[in-house]
């Protein structure tokens, strides 16, 4: 067998990069506390400023100023590894992430497909080149070894095991693969390269250091295999459907569609999962696909409700050119919690249940035209609520109106009749909002009851904010 | 006049929530006529001694009080009525504040049993009236329903509820205010302060903000428009009960220390006869005799006895347990102190004055600071704890206040500015800065100073500065009292186990007249106090601070050499500048030395005519005859704080009050201002008797500066007389010095590889880390001729443990070590001991250099019960290749921080020849103005304060030190170089002045790669 294990330097900053216009702007990764901010990656620009990992972002400061930053996400990383197994998947069945930041692949069973070595390699290479991940490759014939080659040098390779011994023997300790302790007490006994140690009785070295030492050096030389964990693609729902001719109507859509939103409704349902966001590509001949994002309040899966829901949107689009293939995208499949149903649920026909009558709603008039309400723990009334539900802790208040204005009227005052206040708010000055106001409730003529406020200090008209049902 | 006193005011001293300080609120308080203003922070009486100091200034009364919650209970309002009121409350504050965690309190219901006379209580009833019998029972007669309206929605309904409770239980209602600010304008900081109480953003923290700014002080107006006239009147009542005052506290000093059959005075005596016995056994001197009269009398006029008993007896305790001490301060250098063993200095010897330092005239208590080895500190604190119980003996407090940086993190983090830039305006602010950052260095960090949110943190962080922020303890200041502390002030916890607090600090303290003592702690007495014990042992010669002997010729040509690393005080980079020019020959030339490198003296511009006069190259004149006898001993130029404030009496017609109150202000200008008084007053009566505008200035640049760093000459002579301990021993005992000073550290300026390499350069041998020879400290051993040679001990080696190095000491009594395989078993030492002392090269002499030793201990196996006795099967001797120099020079550095083999620089010597760098030897020769470069180690960088923007670096090569002046706009260019750089190399030009030779920097180059690895450990700047 033979093993490639491709190293990704810096898949950190890459993440981060390849989303950002200028890759030449300065740009360090952080981690640490708040209070301890340190520098954990930086790219090229930014090491060419004297900045270092392992610095503190104070001391960088010091140094240089208008540095980008952003966050050293472990979280990015890992989908990173993911991504790029999933890709390396496409050239071999055994792909692992065994070592951290590192792909190992089998290839010599990919050699017949895309070898030779040399032909595959620059494939390799130019794939991730492309996909903007710095990397480093080597090839040994075991995963240990490939490791340890590709820190020591790119592209290099050991075709078979002699040639292997030749390329370890002068490394020195530090390359190894060993723990710190080990290394430096190697160190420590000046023994500086694996020749030395290989040249040790064995029963010395197992007397003196722990059974891992041996057992990672049989494994360099390939004496004893390194047990991987093999990647498996990740559960996404992606499928396309290719046409078989142009299409330009809507109504010629509807019936992939309804194909692909029922075949999502049975792998959810199999999964026992929901839908909550999906994307609907529409793939033309030239140009960027077109892409429908579909969002629900909560997650679904019932295929009849899906395909309303995709047609109404599908029908609002303007199709920029005929359509080739439609593909469906979910990538967030939450647990689905069902309705429960009342086993003699009687309901009228024309009436809808809520969910489906709001999914609807928000179809038709587009997604902001709806959304759910909540409070925000605020003295200033035109802040004390909000689009999200929420359930905050609330300051306690006195009696506020259920329909206030968004633009406060001026009131004439003479029929008016003072029921209650002045209640005085002064808040909000963080913001540059900040308002002084005394409220009063006031009753009209009519015989409506109103919220209405002055400002403290002066003596304009009352201006109404709201009415009480 | 309103009517109206207000009951329930928090100052700044309930933390996080009030914000205003107790003069903002008696200054309005003053304003709007209020007839009395209670201070009633929460659940202390932290604030209090600043609130009365503000009702005596502003002529409103004030009421001490404390707002309270107790637990599963009532909230209520607690004010004095009388003294006895007063000891009450402090008692209660006491028991809720030592059964919680510091900065918190539990106020139980049967906290309550103790007797309460004299304490009145205003009840905020929530609307549940159950608690009510209970209060009723605790306070007959002395109980109020408070009323609070804050323009809310139900006000009228809320006031009429109350109405309803007051009526049908027949309690009197009476207004009040909860009042957090003294005017509406503190809205934002008091929104600001509880987001930062709440640890959120002001945004997210609406469910804890007050709904709008009513609870400040209002106006007259304003509180007749919301409470009935009834109400407004009844605090006027309970203002009227309430006459309590601050100077009715009376403080004893501890009695036991009088034996029967004596009081204080006559047994003062007796202890200070017994003391001039033994200080001068050949019978006391006149001088000295009449001074003690003087000084006796003195004390017994102003009844400090007890004080002076009460620090003998601490020093006793030290002196019993052989811990060097050393007093200072204002009475510290006083005959009868060195009588008593206080102090070692001599006052007889020296050319100070008692007189100086205790005065009838100002009023002041005396103040007795005593430094003690910094390792056995605690053993005097626990005596004292011990001596006097945890009721009498307390810590005093430290209020921490808010300082730039701290308050801009605070309200930048509450206006919700994300992590990065909390950070980035925290570093703009520097690290002490007294102020917001300036617009420049905001700019420079990126951030518009013009920018709404920005400028809203700028003006709160304005407002924050100065508040404080929490109490902690001060390090040693002890209130020690005959009664129990808590009749006299709330005593609460400290951070620390075993320790108790009291709620003052030493300001408070002084205002109210309590004394205080300092403990403190001091590396040079531990330092000073082996190296006393090392000569002993090896010389049989016993030295005290006392018998050293005095005026040593040779030392002080050492001194003047700046031959100083090492020394006490006179250690630093600028000392060290200023030694050959002042070059000091006497003991009064040591305490000006001591005293004249500080902030006062160099903002005031009085170091360069003071070295000018006493070079001969400028007369001595006197700004005015008068002021001749003040300014005498420092040649007519003023260098001590004592010599402004009796510039003050002579030359501006201070009173010694007066003058004392100049000094506070000197002390707490940067915190509080208040100069600004001084500042008139002094010019214009100087003016007027004939003063020029130059000198009045000078001096007040100099009281400025005192600000920071006051340096009295009190303080002065007690550390020039440390000084000269350790010069002396320095200049005649190197080795044992060296020994003890690595033995001490961490402390001083230097590390132990400089304090050593300084010793080699001086002859002194140094012999390596052995586990045949080594104890856990270095130690001392004859070389042939017999004279001392220092071995290093265990303890240079990193991460050694104490007791390993213990049980090695041991285990060689009982017969050499045969190899390593019996070093580990007889002291029993663990895999990482072994190895580390493999690494040390500390096994050398069992198994060779340090590879095959370490090798060694790896074979050695742990001894199992079972086979304790059978010896391993022997294995092969395996051979490893010895380290280079190189290595083991690294490896020394990683492992000892030192190395006794060459210096890094001189296995680098002739890589720099060939660059043409020059060795500081070879520098000695280079003459004043002449190009130069050179190389070495940067051992230290330093940015004084009071130069502007300079930077000093000081290199080491194998030879001694070079120091180099790196002026502005070069360190702006070269920063990376400058702050990077482990090795630096250094194009320029050399100059010398007055023997002070430097190197002026004009271009750096980072060397750091010649000695990769290098653990080298630079002291960064301040």
């Given at each position: 067998m033979?093993?490639?294990?491709?190293?990704?330097?810096?898949?950190?900053?890459?993440?981060?990069?390849?989303?950002?216009?200028?890759?030449?702007?300065?740009?360090?990764?952080?981690t640490?506390?708040?209070?301890?901010?340190?520098?954990?990656?930086?790219?090229?620009?930014?090491?060419a400023l004297?900045?270092?990992?392992g610095?503190?972002?104070?001391?960088?400061?010091?140094l240089?100023?208008?540095?980008?930053?952003?966050?050293?996400?472990?979280?990015?990383?890992?989908?990173?590894?993911?991504?790029?197994?999933?890709?390396?998947?496409?050239?071999?069945?055994?792909?692992?992430?065994?070592y951290?930041?590192c792909?190992?692949?089998?290839?010599?069973?990919?050699?017949?497909?895309?070898?030779?070595?040399?032909?595959?390699?620059?494939?390799?290479?130019?794939?991730?080149?492309?996909?903007?991940?710095?990397?480093?490759?080597?090839?040994?014939?075991?995963?240990?070894?490939?490791?340890?080659?590709?820190?020591?040098?790119?592209?290099?390779m050991?075709s078979?095991?002699?040639?292997?011994?030749?390329m370890?023997?002068?490394?020195?300790?530090?390359?190894?693969?060993?723990?710190a302790?080990?290394?430096?007490?190697?160190?420590?006994?000046?023994?500086?390269?694996?020749?030395?140690?290989?040249?040790?009785?064995?029963?010395?070295?197992?007397?003196?250091?722990?059974?891992?030492v041996l057992?990672?050096l049989?494994?360099l030389?390939?004496?004893?295999?390194?047990?991987?964990?093999?990647?498996?693609?990740?559960?996404?729902?992606?499928?396309?459907?290719?046409?078989?001719?142009?299409?330009?109507?809507?109504?010629?859509?509807?019936?992939?569609?309804?194909?692909?939103t029922?075949?999502?409704?049975?792998?959810?349902?199999?999964?026992?999962?929901?839908?909550q966001?999906?994307?609907?590509?529409?793939?033309?001949?030239?140009g960027?696909?077109t892409?429908?994002?579909?969002?629900?309040?909560?997650?679904?899966?019932?295929?009849?409700?899906?395909?309303?829901?995709?047609?109404?949107?599908l029908?609002?689009?303007?199709?920029?050119?005929?359509?080739?293939?439609?593909?469906?995208?979910?990538?967030?499949?939450?647990?689905?919690?069902?309705q429960h149903?009342?086993?003699?649920?009687?309901?009228?026909?024309?009436n809808q249940?809520?969910?489906?009558?709001?999914?609807?709603?928000?179809?038709?008039?587009?997604?902001?035209?709806?959304?759910g309400?909540?409070?925000?723990?605020?003295?200033?009334?035109?802040?004390?609520?909000?689009h999200?539900?929420?359930?905050?802790?609330?300051?306690?208040?006195?009696?506020?109106?259920?329909?206030?204005?968004?633009?406060?009227?001026?009131?004439?005052?003479?029929s008016?009749?003072?029921?209650?206040?002045p209640?005085?708010?002064?808040?909000?000055?963080?913001?540059?909002?900040?308002?002084?106001?005394?409220?009063?409730?006031?009753?009209?003529?009519?015989?409506?009851?109103?919220?209405?406020?002055r400002?403290?200090?002066?003596?304009?008209?009352l201006?109404?904010?709201?009415?009480?049902? | 006049?309103?009517?109206?006193?207000?009951?329930?005011?928090?100052s700044?001293?309930?933390?996080?929530?009030?914000?205003?300080s107790?003069?903002?609120?008696?200054?309005?308080?003053?304003r709007?006529?209020?007839?009395?203003?209670?201070?009633?922070?929460?659940?202390?009486?932290?604030?209090?001694?600043?609130?009365?100091?503000a009702?005596?200034?502003?002529?409103?009364?004030?009421?001490?009080?404390?707002?309270?919650?107790i637990?599963k209970?009532?909230?209520?309002?607690?004010?004095?009525?009388?003294?006895?009121?007063?000891?009450?409350?402090?008692?209660?504050?006491t028991?809720?504040?030592r059964r919680?965690?510091?900065?918190?309190?539990?106020?139980?219901?049967?906290?309550?049993?103790?007797?309460?006379?004299?304490?009145?209580?205003?009840?905020?009833?929530?609307?549940?009236a159950s608690?009510?019998?209970?209060?009723r029972?605790?306070?007959?007669?002395?109980?109020?329903?408070?009323?609070?309206?804050?323009?809310?929605?139900?006000?009228?309904?809320?006031?009429?509820?109350?109405l309803?409770?007051?009526?049908?239980?027949?309690?009197?209602?009476?207004?009040?205010?909860?009042?957090?600010?003294?005017?509406?304008?503190?809205?934002?900081?008091?929104?600001?302060m509880?987001?930062?109480?709440?640890?959120?953003?002001?945004?997210?923290?609406?469910a804890?903000?007050?709904?709008?700014?009513e609870?400040?002080?209002?106006?007259?107006?304003?509180?007749?428009?919301?409470?009935?006239?009834?109400l407004?009147?009844q605090?006027?009542?309970?203002?009227?009960?309430?006459?309590?005052?601050?100077d009715?506290?009376?403080?004893?000093?501890?009695?036991?220390?009088?034996?029967?059959?004596?009081?204080?005075?006559?047994?003062?005596?007796v202890?200070?006869?017994?003391?001039?016995a033994?200080?001068?056994?050949?019978?006391?001197?006149?001088?000295a005799?009449?001074?003690?009269?003087?000084?006796?009398?003195?004390?017994?006029?102003?009844e400090?006895?007890s004080?002076?008993?009460?620090?003998?007896?601490?020093?006793?305790?030290?002196?019993e347990?052989?811990?060097?001490?050393?007093?200072?301060?204002?009475?510290?250098?006083?005959?009868?102190?060195?009588?008593?063993?206080?102090?070692?200095?001599?006052?007889?010897?020296?050319?100070?004055?008692?007189?100086?330092?205790?005065?009838?005239?100002?009023?002041?208590?005396?103040?007795?600071?005593?430094?003690?080895?910094?390792?056995?500190?605690?053993?005097?604190?626990?005596?004292?704890?011990?001596?006097?119980?945890?009721?009498?003996?307390a810590?005093t407090?430290?209020?921490?206040?808010?300082?730039?940086?701290?308050?801009i993190?605070?309200?930048?983090?509450?206006?919700?500015?994300?992590?990065?830039?909390?950070?980035?305006?925290?570093?703009c602010?520097?690290r002490w800065?007294?102020?917001?950052?300036?617009?420049?260095?905001?700019?420079?960090?990126?951030?518009?100073?013009?920018?709404?949110?920005?400028?809203?943190?700028?003006?709160?962080?304005?407002?924050?500065?100065?508040?404080?922020?929490?109490?902690?303890?001060?390090?040693?200041g002890?209130?020690?009292?005959?009664?129990?502390?808590?009749?006299?002030?709330p005593?609460?916890?400290?951070?620390?186990?075993?320790?108790?607090?009291i709620?003052?600090?030493?300001d408070?303290?002084?205002?109210?007249?309590?004394l205080?003592?300092?403990?403190?702690?001091l590396?040079?007495?531990?330092?000073?106090?082996?190296?006393?014990?090392?000569?002993?042992?090896?010389?049989?010669?016993?030295w005290?601070?006392?018998?050293?002997?005095?005026?040593?010729?040779?030392?002080?040509?050492?001194?003047?050499?700046a031959?100083?690393i090492?020394?006490?005080?006179?250690?630093?980079r600028?000392q060290?500048?200023?030694?050959?020019?002042?070059?000091?020959?006497?003991?009064?030339?040591?305490?000006?030395?001591?005293a004249?490198?500080?902030p006062?003296?160099?903002?005031?511009?009085?170091?360069?005519?003071?070295?000018?006069?006493?070079?001969?190259?400028?007369?001595?004149?006197?700004?005015?005859?008068?002021?001749?006898?003040?300014f005498?001993?420092?040649?007519?130029?003023?260098?001590?704080q004592?010599?402004?404030?009796?510039?003050?009496?002579?030359?501006?017609?201070?009173?010694?009050?007066?003058?004392?109150?100049?000094?506070?202000?000197?002390?707490?200008?940067?915190?509080?201002?208040?100069?600004?008084?001084?500042?008139?007053?002094?010019?214009?009566?100087?003016?007027?008797?004939?003063?020029?505008?130059?000198?009045?200035?000078?001096?007040?640049?100099?009281?400025?500066?005192?600000?920071?760093?006051?340096?009295?000459?009190?303080?002065?002579?007690?550390f020039?007389?440390?000084?000269?301990?350790?010069?002396?021993?320095?200049?005649h005992?190197?080795?044992?010095?060296?020994?003890?000073?690595?033995?001490?550290?961490?402390?001083?300026?230097?590390?132990?590889?400089?304090?050593l390499?300084d010793?080699?350069?001086?002859?002194?041998?140094?012999?390596?880390?052995?586990?045949?020879y080594?104890?856990?400290?270095?130690?001392?051993?004859?070389?042939?001729?017999g004279?001392?040679?220092?071995?290093l001990?265990?303890?240079?080696i990193?991460?050694?443990?104490?007791d390993?190095?213990?049980?090695?000491?041991?285990?060689?009594?009982?017969?050499a070590?045969?190899?390593?395989?019996?070093?580990?078993?007889?002291?029993?030492?663990?895999?990482?001991?072994r190895?580390?002392?493999a690494?040390?090269?500390?096994?050398?002499?069992?198994?060779?250099?340090r590879?095959?030793?370490r090798?060694?201990?790896?074979?050695?196996?742990?001894?199992?019960?079972?086979?304790?006795g059978?010896?391993?099967?022997?294995?092969?001797?395996?051979?490893?290749?010895?380290?280079?120099?190189?290595?083991?020079?690294?490896?020394?550095?990683?492992?000892?921080?030192?190395?006794?083999?060459?210096?890094?620089?001189?296995?680098?010597?002739q890589?720099?020849?060939?660059?043409?760098?020059?060795?500081?030897?070879?520098?000695?020769?280079?003459?004043?103005?002449?190009?130069v470069?050179?190389?070495?180690?940067?051992?230290g960088?330093?940015?004084?304060?009071?130069?502007?923007?300079?930077?000093?670096?000081?290199l080491?090569?194998?030879?001694?030190?070079?120091?180099?002046?790196?002026?502005?706009?070069?360190?702006e260019?070269?920063?990376?170089?400058?702050?990077?750089?482990q090795?630096?190399?250094?194009?320029?030009?050399?100059?010398?002045?007055?023997?002070?030779?430097h190197?002026i920097?004009?271009?750096?180059?980072?060397?750091t790669?010649?000695?990769?690895?290098?653990d080298i450990?630079?002291?960064?700047?301040?």
């Open positions: 033979l093993w490639a294990c491709i190293l990704l330097p810096q898949l950190a900053m890459d993440g981060v990069q390849r989303h950002r216009a200028n890759p030449c702007e300065p740009l360090v990764l952080l640490g506390s708040p209070q301890r901010r340190v520098l954990q990656a930086v790219n090229p620009a930014a090491r004297g900045l270092k990992p610095q503190s972002l104070t001391a960088a400061q010091t240089t100023r208008g540095v980008a930053t952003a966050e050293y996400d472990l979280a990015a990383i890992e989908r990173w590894q993911q991504f790029l197994a999933a890709w390396a998947y496409g050239f071999s069945a055994q792909v692992s992430l065994h951290p930041r792909l190992l692949l089998e290839v010599q069973s990919s050699l017949g497909l895309f070898g030779p070595w040399s032909r595959f390699e620059a494939r390799l290479r130019a794939e991730l080149s492309a996909l903007a991940f710095q990397h480093r490759i080597a090839v040994a014939p075991n995963p240990a070894a490939a490791r340890v080659l590709v820190n020591v040098g790119d592209g290099l050991a078979d095991e002699r040639m292997l011994k030749q370890l023997d002068p490394l020195p300790v530090e390359r190894l693969g060993l723990s302790t080990v290394t430096m007490a190697f160190n420590r006994m000046g023994l500086r390269q694996l020749r030395q140690l290989l040249a040790l009785p064995r029963d010395s070295l197992a007397k003196r250091f722990p059974a891992e057992r990672h049989d494994t030389s390939g004496q004893r295999p390194l047990a991987l964990d093999f990647f498996m693609p990740a559960d996404v729902f992606d499928t396309r459907i290719e046409l078989s001719f142009e299409v330009e109507s809507h109504q010629a859509l509807l019936f992939p569609l309804r194909r692909l029922a075949d999502l409704a049975a792998y959810l349902a199999c999964r026992d999962s929901g839908v966001r999906f994307t609907l590509h529409l793939e033309h001949r030239a960027a696909d892409q429908i994002q579909v969002g629900l309040l909560s997650a679904e899966r019932d295929p009849g409700m899906l395909f309303e829901l995709t047609r109404g949107r029908e609002h689009q303007q199709l920029p050119a005929p359509v080739l293939a439609v593909r469906l995208e979910a990538r967030e499949l939450p647990v689905f919690a069902p149903q009342q086993l003699f649920d009687e309901r009228p026909q024309q249940p809520w969910e489906q009558l709001r999914e609807r709603l928000r179809a038709r008039l587009g997604d902001d035209a709806l959304h309400l909540g409070a925000r723990a605020d003295h200033r009334p035109e802040h004390a609520w909000q999200e539900p929420t359930n905050p802790l609330l300051p306690p208040s006195g009696p506020r109106p259920g329909w206030l204005l968004s633009e406060p009227l001026p009131m004439r005052e003479a008016l009749r003072i029921l209650s206040g209640e005085r708010i002064e808040s909000g000055w963080w913001d540059g909002e900040d308002v002084r106001r005394d409220y009063y409730v006031v009753q009209t003529r009519a015989g409506q009851r109103g919220w209405a406020y400002t403290v200090g002066s003596d304009g008209p201006l109404l904010h709201g009415w009480f049902a | 006049m309103s009517d109206y006193a207000e009951l329930h005011c928090l700044n001293f309930s933390f996080q929530r009030g914000a205003s107790a003069q903002e609120l008696f200054e309005r308080a003053a709007l006529g209020y007839r009395a203003l209670a201070i009633t922070d929460e659940c202390t009486l932290g604030g209090i001694v600043r609130a009365w100091e009702s005596k200034k502003t002529g409103v009364k004030l009421i001490v009080g404390s707002e309270v919650v637990e209970g009532p909230k209520l309002v607690l004010l004095a009525e009388n003294l006895t009121g007063y000891q009450a409350l402090c008692g209660l504050i028991r809720a504040r919680a965690a510091k900065g918190t309190y539990r106020l139980l219901h049967e906290d309550f049993v103790a007797p309460l006379d004299g304490l009145l209580a205003i009840w905020l009833s929530d609307g549940d608690a009510l019998p209970w209060l029972s605790l306070f007959p007669e002395r109980l109020w329903l408070g009323v609070e309206l804050h323009r809310s929605a139900d006000d009228t309904a809320r006031l009429q509820r109350l309803e409770l007051a009526g049908d239980h027949d309690l009197p209602a009476v207004a009040c205010g909860d009042v957090h600010m003294h005017a509406r304008g503190r809205r934002a900081l008091q929104d600001c509880t987001a930062i109480r709440h640890h959120l953003p002001v945004a997210e923290a609406g804890y903000l007050f709904a709008n700014g609870r400040h002080l209002r106006r007259a107006e304003e509180l007749a428009e919301l409470y009935p006239p009834e407004l009147a605090s006027l009542r309970i203002a009227e009960r309430c006459n309590f005052d601050l009715q506290l009376e403080y004893h000093y501890p009695h036991e220390l009088v034996p029967a059959g004596h009081d204080a005075t006559s047994w003062l005596r202890l200070v006869e017994r003391g001039t033994e200080r001068w056994p050949e019978g006391v001197p006149a001088r005799r009449a001074q003690i009269e003087h000084e006796l009398a003195l004390i017994a006029e102003l400090y006895e004080y002076f008993l009460t620090v003998h007896d601490i020093v006793r305790f030290a002196r347990q052989h811990i060097l001490c050393q007093g200072r301060g204002s009475a510290a250098n006083s005959s009868v102190c060195f009588a008593l063993g206080i102090t070692e200095l001599d006052p007889t010897q020296s050319r100070l004055l008692f007189e100086r330092f205790l005065s009838r005239e100002r009023n002041e208590p005396p103040d007795i600071d005593v430094d003690f080895e910094h390792e056995r500190r605690e053993e005097v604190i626990q005596y004292v704890f011990r001596r006097y119980g945890r009721t009498r003996a810590l407090a430290v209020v921490n206040t808010y300082h730039g940086a701290g308050a993190r605070d309200v930048a983090k509450a206006l919700g500015l994300p992590p990065d830039q909390v950070n980035a305006l925290a570093d602010c520097g800065s007294s102020g917001p950052p300036a617009p420049e260095r905001l700019l420079e960090a990126g951030f518009d100073p013009q920018n709404p949110l920005l400028r809203r943190v700028l003006i709160l962080t304005g407002e924050l500065i100065g508040f404080p922020r929490h109490l902690s303890q001060h390090p040693g002890f209130v020690i009292s005959e009664h129990a502390l808590d009749t006299l002030v005593v609460e916890n400290a951070t620390m186990a075993e320790r108790t607090v709620q003052w600090d030493k408070d303290l002084d205002r109210v007249g309590l205080k003592v300092d403990v403190l702690a590396g040079m007495l531990s330092a000073l106090r082996r190296c006393f014990g090392l000569i002993e042992r090896y010389r049989g010669t016993q005290t601070l006392a018998t050293l002997p005095k005026e040593d010729p040779a030392t002080y040509a050492m001194i003047s050499r031959d100083t090492g020394a006490f005080q006179i250690e630093s600028a060290m500048a200023m030694l050959p020019r002042l070059r000091p020959n006497t003991f009064y030339d040591l305490v000006i030395q001591v004249i490198v500080r006062g003296p160099i903002q005031g511009d009085m170091v360069h005519p003071y070295l000018r006069r006493r070079n001969g190259e400028e007369p001595i004149d006197y700004p005015s005859d008068e002021l001749k006898p003040v005498e001993r420092t040649l007519g130029v003023p260098l001590f004592e010599q402004v404030m009796e510039l003050a009496i002579v030359a501006a017609e201070y009173t010694p009050g007066e003058a004392d109150e100049l000094r506070r202000s000197m002390a707490a200008w940067k915190r509080h201002g208040g100069l600004e008084p001084h500042r008139q007053r002094l010019t214009s009566r100087m003016l007027e008797k004939g003063y020029t505008q130059a000198f009045t200035e000078r001096i007040f640049r100099q009281i400025e500066g005192f600000g920071s760093y006051g340096f009295p000459e009190s303080h002065a002579a007690s020039a007389l440390l000084a000269y301990a350790s010069c002396w021993l320095k200049c005992e190197p080795a044992a010095y060296a020994c003890a000073l690595v033995n001490s550290w961490p402390m001083g300026f230097y590390s132990p590889d400089q304090v390499q010793a080699r350069r001086h002859d002194v041998e140094v012999r390596p880390v052995d586990v045949r080594s104890d856990w400290d270095c130690s001392l051993e004859p070389d042939e001729h004279e001392p040679t220092i071995r001990g265990l303890r240079m990193r991460g050694m443990r104490e390993d190095a213990g049980r090695i000491e041991q285990a060689r009594q009982c017969g070590f045969r190899d390593v395989e019996d070093l580990s078993i007889r002291a029993c030492l663990d895999a990482s001991a190895e580390r002392l690494d040390a090269g500390a096994l050398s002499g069992l198994v060779g250099h590879y095959q030793a090798w060694a201990v790896a074979g050695v196996e742990e001894q199992l019960p079972l086979f304790a059978v010896s391993a099967p022997s294995e092969e001797i395996l051979s490893l290749p010895a380290p280079s120099q190189g290595e083991d020079l690294l490896t020394d550095y990683v492992t000892l921080g030192t190395t006794l083999g060459p210096h890094p620089l001189a296995l680098l010597r890589a720099l020849r060939a660059i043409r760098c020059k060795s500081s030897r070879e520098l000695q020769a280079v003459e004043h103005g002449r190009p470069s050179i190389a070495g180690l940067v051992i960088r330093q940015r004084p304060q009071t130069a502007s923007g300079v930077i000093f670096v000081t080491e090569d194998e030879f001694g030190l070079v120091n180099v002046v790196v002026w502005h706009d070069l360190a260019r070269q920063r990376r170089v400058l702050v990077q750089s090795m630096l190399r250094i194009d320029g030009h050399l100059e010398t002045v007055d023997g002070v030779r190197v920097a004009g271009r750096l180059t980072d060397m790669t010649m000695l990769t690895g290098l450990r630079s002291r960064d700047f301040h």
